[in-house]
């Protein structure tokens, strides 16, 4: 992954620290993610949760790859007896004893130990633990809103496509959907849990330490399922909570050419300035547009020519979304950038 | 009790002593289907309706083989354009049905069909012309199915077709009711050769041939049809709901009208999941038949193994859930889910060490068949582990939905379904065109095929982990998928020269392979009791068992065993008792008839015809009631003239 603006806070393999085996497994996953910096990969985790389902995942590939080496081993000890010598059956007993072992005890034991783990570790890894914050992630298509809610369940601030959590706490995530079904699924941090129309799932985050991952949509959710990315940033608590409050506040420019521009193609139709007169909810809201690292759900940097880029020529990079492609003229498109370039 | 009495007749040669050439040219004619391109609309024996499932289903992977090529060359490099968005989910959708609905099932059945009645020693199946009518529905309902591409109005909701993205309201447009109407339709198919060989399997089995006598493939056949006879209903449930949903507005799967968009999951995955199972025990009767001829033993542990597949296809109604565990299931449920899937590692589990146990120091005839037998044992062995690991909870909660899957499910179907189907199908080739294929091309096409699917979806594994997740038509380049998608996709090229060697090896042999002769392996079972190809009747004279391996037990004991008494002039064969298969009374099989074909027709205008209108099913009921009723109208078989 070549993107030097967005390294990750977390090197690779940091996550296993207890035992020497458990070291050499995850020196072994990092190695089979071939050099990636892990932005976006199960075995780079950087939650307890995502450490402990790494380090489930490679013992079973361990268990996995030794179960395949016997039995085809035996298989070729089956394959290469008669080589130069008579062919002599298997004896009764002799048979009894392989099928017995192989084909019922080894997989008996493999059960108790699957079910025992996943049992185990589903619970803690689902369980809520103690939260201090709840966000209510709103699957769209496709993008995402975040609404963050106080402990009352009142709305303090909405944001999309860039989830900020506090770094080391556990939050609640309650995942909804008005539209097809979507999953939300950060690897770093957590196994993927859907979000279904009609239902509200929960999952937990809690990333152990600050950094900043990539997301994206696990279930099939129509022509951009491809490209419905998330930004994940944990940050420690102060700096959190100054996000937090900033997020809450209104947008920091509230008139002026840019605003016009904003207002005249129609974008505050759907997206929301708030203390502007855009109020649109349809899509992502973008009254603190600038603070975050990218656009069009994680898939362009945000910068001024990608912004340009993509109000302009919106379905080349995304064909099939649901914005509809404006045609400024230069003086309002540079007035409409510096108008998002100055949201922060 | 029965006319035909069980006679004791002599002779080595297969082709009854008893017999004489005028007799036996008056069975055949009995049997005879009528020739040219009209007369091929009325055949009716299992033989003609077996191949013609197998060449159509082999087309059809054909297809959706080059289009998994096309998927695979969108992904080979990141936001490559060789598809579009829209494209690519139309191309997915059809590969993942096409290989599902139309190939895997309808060439397990067609074998099926094409062997069983000769492997219990049946002169046709109990119901030959229900056979041609769920023939030409699979053919029409497929070419309906598949056409929808070409004419760009595909689905584009993916194999699965979950709502609400299926849906009238994300969905609008006919592709979706075009895969709604056709499942709906294939799988009337499906079901009308489940109960045919239900039948055919218990009632209509030679003389002798008591269940314990049973080959094991008919074991793995018979457990195939209840299970398609248990779950297909379910997605044909789940599809009907879902063409109402589209159709008349009824609001069965619409969360906003206090539908539920689970339910169309339940219903689909308690459909799905036996559905790979229904592919998985006929192949893994394949590998057994395969193993007993090549290693000219009878199979280590006959009971274990009959236990076993019975085992797969119970515990496999008891799995579905382990497809939902990201749906937000409580999580004490899908403990209960996770326990359940990884049971079925024991009946698997068994019949890999009753196979090695079988192979153990035997002089092996390592014929294509059975390299890819061995083929099959790398693979499937290994997509078994990676499913045992997806059935923990957490586990799957990461790679559920990501490449991890991808590459899992093709270990599992490919390795086992598809190299013990290319092991059946070469292994059978020579009974059913009378030709040998050649031994040289067969190898390098297994070793091509092994080699390129390895390369091929191997490191999907890791992209799975690495974040990749299912169904996207492209990927950014900072994601780093690339450099292991261009390795899968070169893997994907050489998987599909491997097939095309095969395909080579066929028409050359058709064109011009050696004659096979009527048991070119030495095979212990019925079907090589007959001529290569088979005869219009299978056997002029049925056979009576007295073992596992009939052909090899006559060659020991040097006498063969036959049933007397059947009408040469009119198509018979024996019923016998479920259990002992002792004779019964004598089944009068009905002849060449076009009205299958007719009725096939009436029935999928009427579906094609739901696409557009509700009132298509009206129509169709009465229409299809009329030729159904010139279908059944009684002709008295039984006349003596």
Same mark, same amino acid.
């Given at each position: 992954m070549g993107n030097v603006t967005l390294s990750p806070a977390t090197p690779k393999g940091a996550a296993f620290s207890d035992g020497k085996f458990a070291r050499g497994l995850a020196a072994a996953g990092a190695g089979l993610l071939g050099g990636c910096e892990g932005r976006q990969a199960v075995l780079a985790a950087a939650s307890p949760d995502g450490e402990m389902i790494a380090?489930?995942?490679?013992?079973? +590939?361990? /268990?996995?790859? +030794?179960?395949?080496?016997?039995?085809?081993?035996?298989?070729? &000890?089956?394959?290469?007896?008669?080589?130069?010598?008579?062919?002599?059956?298997?004896?009764?007993?002799?048979?009894?004893?392989? &099928?017995? /072992? #192989?084909?019922?005890?080894?997989?008996?034991?493999?059960? &108790?130990?699957?079910?025992?783990?996943?049992?185990?570790?589903?619970?803690?890894?689902?369980?809520? #633990?103690?939260?201090?914050?709840?966000?209510?992630?709103?699957?769209?298509?496709?993008?995402?809103? +975040?609404?963050?809610?106080?402990?009352? #369940?009142?709305?303090i601030a909405v944001t999309a496509n860039e989830l900020h959590l506090p770094a080391g706490e556990r939050t609640r995530l309650i995942l909804t959907s008005d539209n097809v079904i979507h999953s939300f699924w950060v690897p770093n941090l957590q196994g993927k849990t859907d979000m279904i129309p009609g239902q509200r799932n929960v999952l937990f985050a809690e990333p152990s330490a600050p950094g900043r991952w990539r997301g994206q949509c696990a279930e099939f959710c129509g022509l951009q399922h491809a490209l419905m990315g998330v930004e994940v940033v944990a940050e420690p608590r102060p700096a959190f909570d100054r996000w937090l409050a900033r997020q809450a506040g209104p947008a920091r420019v509230t008139e002026g050419p840019g605003l016009a521009a904003f207002m005249s193609q129609g974008c505050g139709e759907c997206h929301a300035l708030r203390g502007t007169p855009a109020r649109g909810r349809d899509g992502p809201d973008l009254t603190h547009l600038a603070g975050r690292a990218r656009i069009a759900a994680a898939t362009l940097p945000n910068s001024r020519g990608a912004l340009g880029g993509w109000i302009t020529d919106t379905h080349r990079v995304k064909p099939g979304a649901l914005m509809p492609a404006s045609t400024p003229d230069p003086r309002e498109l540079s007035d409409l950038l510096d108008l998002l370039e100055a949201l922060e | 009790m029965s006319r035909a009495a069980v006679l004791e007749g002599t002779g080595e040669a297969l082709h009854p002593a008893g017999t004489r050439a005028d007799e036996l040219a008056a069975i055949e004619r009995s049997w005879a289907s009528p020739p040219g391109f009209l007369g091929w609309f009325t055949h009716v024996n299992h033989s003609n309706i077996g191949r013609r499932f197998v060449l159509t289903s082999f087309v059809f992977f054909l297809l959706a083989g080059? !289009?998994?090529?096309?998927?695979?060359?969108?992904?080979? !490099?990141? !936001?490559?354009?060789?598809?579009?968005?829209?494209?690519y989910n139309q191309v997915m959708t059809v590969h993942g049905t096409a290989m599902m609905f139309l190939f895997a099932i309808p060439a397990m059945e067609g074998i099926a069909i094409a062997i069983v009645p000769l492997m219990v020693g049946a002169r046709d199946m109990a119901f030959p012309r229900l056979n041609a009518f769920g023939y030409y529905v699979y053919l029409i309902g497929g070419s309906v199915f598949f056409g929808s591409l070409f004419l760009g109005l595909a689905p584009g909701a993916g194999w699965f077709s979950y709502v609400p993205l299926a849906g009238p309201r994300f969905a609008p447009g006919y592709g979706v009711d075009i895969w709604t109407t056709m499942i709906t339709f294939i799988e009337v198919s499906a079901l009308t050769a489940a109960v045919e060989l239900i039948v055919t399997i218990l009632k209509l089995r030679a003389p002798g041939m008591s269940l314990d006598r049973m080959p094991i493939f008919v074991w793995a056949v018979l457990v195939m049809a209840f299970m398609i006879l248990f779950a297909m209903p379910a997605v044909i449930v789940a599809s009907s709901l879902l063409m109402m949903d589209r159709l008349i507005d009824t609001q069965f799967f619409v969360a906003e009208a206090g539908g539920s968009p689970l339910l169309w999951q339940h219903l689909f995955w308690f459909f799905g999941h036996p559905e790979v199972y229904i592919i998985l025990v006929p192949a893994l009767g394949m590998v057994t038949t395969v193993i007993v001829t090549f290693t000219r033993r009878e199979v280590v542990g006959y009971n274990a193994l009959v236990l076993a597949i019975v085992g797969i296809g119970m515990i496999s109604f008891g799995l579905w859930v382990h497809h939902m565990y990201t749906t937000g299931l409580p999580f004490m449920g899908r403990s209960f889910f996770m326990a359940a899937s990884s049971m079925i590692a024991i009946p698997s589990g068994v019949q890999v060490f009753c196979w090695i146990a079988t192979l153990w120091g035997a002089r092996i005839r390592m014929a294509a068949p059975m390299l890819w037998v061995l083929a099959f044992f790398a693979v499937f062995i290994a997509g078994g582990l990676t499913g045992v690991m997806v059935a923990s909870v957490p586990f799957d909660r990461q790679v559920h939905d990501s490449y991890f899957i991808v590459a899992h499910f093709h270990y599992v179907l490919m390795g086992g379904a598809v190299f013990p189907l290319m092991a059946g199908v070469t292994y059978w080739f020579p009974k059913f065109t009378g030709r040998l294929l050649s031994e040289r091309l067969g190898r390098w096409s297994v070793a091509t095929v092994f080699a390129g699917f390895n390369l091929a979806f191997f490191p999907m594994h890791i992209l799975g982990l690495q974040g990749m997740p299912r169904r996207i038509y492209t990927y950014l380049p900072e994601m780093g998928w690339g450099d292991l998608n261009l390795v899968s996709t070169s893997g994907s090229l050489l998987l599909a020269a491997g097939f095309a060697i095969s395909l080579w090896n066929v028409a050359r042999s058709l064109a011009r392979g050696a004659p096979a002769g009527d048991d070119p392996w030495g095979a212990g079972t019925l079907e090589w009791a007959t001529a290569s190809p088979p005869l219009n009747s299978n056997f002029p004279e049925q056979p009576v068992v007295l073992g596992r391996n009939p052909v090899w037990d006559w060659a020991r004991s040097g006498h063969r065993p036959i049933v007397g008494g059947l009408s040469i002039t009119r198509r018979e064969t024996m019923v016998t008792t479920l259990l002992d298969a002792r004779p019964q009374s004598v089944q009068v099989l009905p002849g060449p008839t076009p009205w299958p074909f007719v009725s096939a027709l009436v029935a999928s205008a009427s579906f094609f015809g739901l696409i557009f209108t509700p009132w298509a099913f009206v129509a169709g009921f009465f229409a299809a009631f009329l030729s159904f009723l010139a279908w059944f109208w009684p002709r008295k078989p039984w006349r003596e003239d």
């Amino acid at each position: 992954m070549g993107n030097v603006t967005l390294s990750p806070a977390t090197p690779k393999g940091a996550a296993f620290s207890d035992g020497k085996f458990a070291r050499g497994l995850a020196a072994a996953g990092a190695g089979l993610l071939g050099g990636c910096e892990g932005r976006q990969a199960v075995l780079a985790a950087a939650s307890p949760d995502g450490e402990m389902i790494a380090r489930l995942g490679l013992w079973m +590939f361990v /268990s996995a790859a +030794f179960i395949l080496v016997v039995t085809l081993g035996l298989l070729a &000890v089956a394959l290469t007896l008669a080589r130069g010598r008579e062919a002599r059956p298997l004896s009764r007993r002799g048979s009894c004893v392989l &099928v017995i /072992s #192989g084909g019922v005890l080894s997989p008996v034991a493999a059960i &108790v130990a699957l079910s025992i783990s996943g049992v185990a570790i589903g619970d803690q890894t689902e369980g809520a #633990g103690e939260t201090r914050l709840t966000v209510e992630v709103q699957a769209k298509r496709w993008w995402w809103a +975040f609404h963050y809610l106080d402990a009352d #369940g009142r709305e303090i601030a909405v944001t999309a496509n860039e989830l900020h959590l506090p770094a080391g706490e556990r939050t609640r995530l309650i995942l909804t959907s008005d539209n097809v079904i979507h999953s939300f699924w950060v690897p770093n941090l957590q196994g993927k849990t859907d979000m279904i129309p009609g239902q509200r799932n929960v999952l937990f985050a809690e990333p152990s330490a600050p950094g900043r991952w990539r997301g994206q949509c696990a279930e099939f959710c129509g022509l951009q399922h491809a490209l419905m990315g998330v930004e994940v940033v944990a940050e420690p608590r102060p700096a959190f909570d100054r996000w937090l409050a900033r997020q809450a506040g209104p947008a920091r420019v509230t008139e002026g050419p840019g605003l016009a521009a904003f207002m005249s193609q129609g974008c505050g139709e759907c997206h929301a300035l708030r203390g502007t007169p855009a109020r649109g909810r349809d899509g992502p809201d973008l009254t603190h547009l600038a603070g975050r690292a990218r656009i069009a759900a994680a898939t362009l940097p945000n910068s001024r020519g990608a912004l340009g880029g993509w109000i302009t020529d919106t379905h080349r990079v995304k064909p099939g979304a649901l914005m509809p492609a404006s045609t400024p003229d230069p003086r309002e498109l540079s007035d409409l950038l510096d108008l998002l370039e100055a949201l922060e | 009790m029965s006319r035909a009495a069980v006679l004791e007749g002599t002779g080595e040669a297969l082709h009854p002593a008893g017999t004489r050439a005028d007799e036996l040219a008056a069975i055949e004619r009995s049997w005879a289907s009528p020739p040219g391109f009209l007369g091929w609309f009325t055949h009716v024996n299992h033989s003609n309706i077996g191949r013609r499932f197998v060449l159509t289903s082999f087309v059809f992977f054909l297809l959706a083989g080059i !289009l998994g090529l096309l998927i695979r060359l969108q992904l080979a !490099l990141p !936001l490559a354009e060789v598809l579009d968005a829209e494209s690519y989910n139309q191309v997915m959708t059809v590969h993942g049905t096409a290989m599902m609905f139309l190939f895997a099932i309808p060439a397990m059945e067609g074998i099926a069909i094409a062997i069983v009645p000769l492997m219990v020693g049946a002169r046709d199946m109990a119901f030959p012309r229900l056979n041609a009518f769920g023939y030409y529905v699979y053919l029409i309902g497929g070419s309906v199915f598949f056409g929808s591409l070409f004419l760009g109005l595909a689905p584009g909701a993916g194999w699965f077709s979950y709502v609400p993205l299926a849906g009238p309201r994300f969905a609008p447009g006919y592709g979706v009711d075009i895969w709604t109407t056709m499942i709906t339709f294939i799988e009337v198919s499906a079901l009308t050769a489940a109960v045919e060989l239900i039948v055919t399997i218990l009632k209509l089995r030679a003389p002798g041939m008591s269940l314990d006598r049973m080959p094991i493939f008919v074991w793995a056949v018979l457990v195939m049809a209840f299970m398609i006879l248990f779950a297909m209903p379910a997605v044909i449930v789940a599809s009907s709901l879902l063409m109402m949903d589209r159709l008349i507005d009824t609001q069965f799967f619409v969360a906003e009208a206090g539908g539920s968009p689970l339910l169309w999951q339940h219903l689909f995955w308690f459909f799905g999941h036996p559905e790979v199972y229904i592919i998985l025990v006929p192949a893994l009767g394949m590998v057994t038949t395969v193993i007993v001829t090549f290693t000219r033993r009878e199979v280590v542990g006959y009971n274990a193994l009959v236990l076993a597949i019975v085992g797969i296809g119970m515990i496999s109604f008891g799995l579905w859930v382990h497809h939902m565990y990201t749906t937000g299931l409580p999580f004490m449920g899908r403990s209960f889910f996770m326990a359940a899937s990884s049971m079925i590692a024991i009946p698997s589990g068994v019949q890999v060490f009753c196979w090695i146990a079988t192979l153990w120091g035997a002089r092996i005839r390592m014929a294509a068949p059975m390299l890819w037998v061995l083929a099959f044992f790398a693979v499937f062995i290994a997509g078994g582990l990676t499913g045992v690991m997806v059935a923990s909870v957490p586990f799957d909660r990461q790679v559920h939905d990501s490449y991890f899957i991808v590459a899992h499910f093709h270990y599992v179907l490919m390795g086992g379904a598809v190299f013990p189907l290319m092991a059946g199908v070469t292994y059978w080739f020579p009974k059913f065109t009378g030709r040998l294929l050649s031994e040289r091309l067969g190898r390098w096409s297994v070793a091509t095929v092994f080699a390129g699917f390895n390369l091929a979806f191997f490191p999907m594994h890791i992209l799975g982990l690495q974040g990749m997740p299912r169904r996207i038509y492209t990927y950014l380049p900072e994601m780093g998928w690339g450099d292991l998608n261009l390795v899968s996709t070169s893997g994907s090229l050489l998987l599909a020269a491997g097939f095309a060697i095969s395909l080579w090896n066929v028409a050359r042999s058709l064109a011009r392979g050696a004659p096979a002769g009527d048991d070119p392996w030495g095979a212990g079972t019925l079907e090589w009791a007959t001529a290569s190809p088979p005869l219009n009747s299978n056997f002029p004279e049925q056979p009576v068992v007295l073992g596992r391996n009939p052909v090899w037990d006559w060659a020991r004991s040097g006498h063969r065993p036959i049933v007397g008494g059947l009408s040469i002039t009119r198509r018979e064969t024996m019923v016998t008792t479920l259990l002992d298969a002792r004779p019964q009374s004598v089944q009068v099989l009905p002849g060449p008839t076009p009205w299958p074909f007719v009725s096939a027709l009436v029935a999928s205008a009427s579906f094609f015809g739901l696409i557009f209108t509700p009132w298509a099913f009206v129509a169709g009921f009465f229409a299809a009631f009329l030729s159904f009723l010139a279908w059944f109208w009684p002709r008295k078989p039984w006349r003596e003239d």
